[in-house]
């Protein structure tokens, strides 16, 4: 063939865009691949729960909001208790009488505490053993938190019974 000749005229372009690959029935293999740019919506390749840090981390933070919740029955329990205080305080200034009490939002406001006191020690508990079974490859996805079921329970109860008490003290 010689210089003039049309096929060799054509430019890279038109050769790329004109010619076909042909069809091959090899996979490419892994060091051939292009890596891809980090998407974090990509999913990531499977890999046993005790080796995702992903795990542990939603353990974490799983932790610490029962620690917050914890925290928080305390603080309403301790506000509830000296609220009942400060209601008796204000009856006595006014009518310079000693307060009647029964004495309910001193007990309530400590089994609030109490109760913020269980769920924390219950999160350390729960967040120990979760570890441990993770890191021992015998953690068992789907279970239902039992403490989270107690605990709605138990909220629930003190909610209707305030709400009798309520509507029996007007």
């Known amino acids: 063939m010689s210089a003039n000749d049309p096929k060799q005229r054509l430019t890279q372009h038109q050769q790329i865009t ?12 892994l060091a051939t691949l292009r890596r891809l740019p980090y998407n ?28 917050r919740t914890g925290l928080g029955l305390m603080g309403i329990g301790f506000a509830v208790s ?4 400060f209601l008796r305080q204000i009856s006595a200034v006014e009518s310079h009488l000693p307060a009647r009490t029964t004495g309910l939002s001193l007990w ?3 089994l609030l505490v109490a109760l913020g006191v269980i769920v924390n020690l219950s999160a350390v508990y729960r967040h120990v053993q979760l570890i441990q079974e993770l890191s021992s490859g015998t953690w068992r996805p789907g279970r239902v938190s039992r403490d989270a079921v107690v605990l709605g329970l138990l909220l629930a109860a003190a909610g209707v019974a305030m709400a009798i008490y309520l509507m029996l003290v007007r």
């Open 18 to 29: 004109t010619t076909r690959p042909q069809p091959t029935t090899k996979k490419p293999q």
């Open 40 to 67: 974090p919506t990509m999913p990531t390749p499977p890999q046993p729960a005790e080796q995702d840090p992903r795990v542990y981390f939603a353990a974490e933070r799983t932790f610490l909001a029962w620690i």
């Open 82 to 85: 000296r609220f009942g205080l």
């Open 108 to 110: 309530s406001g400590v």
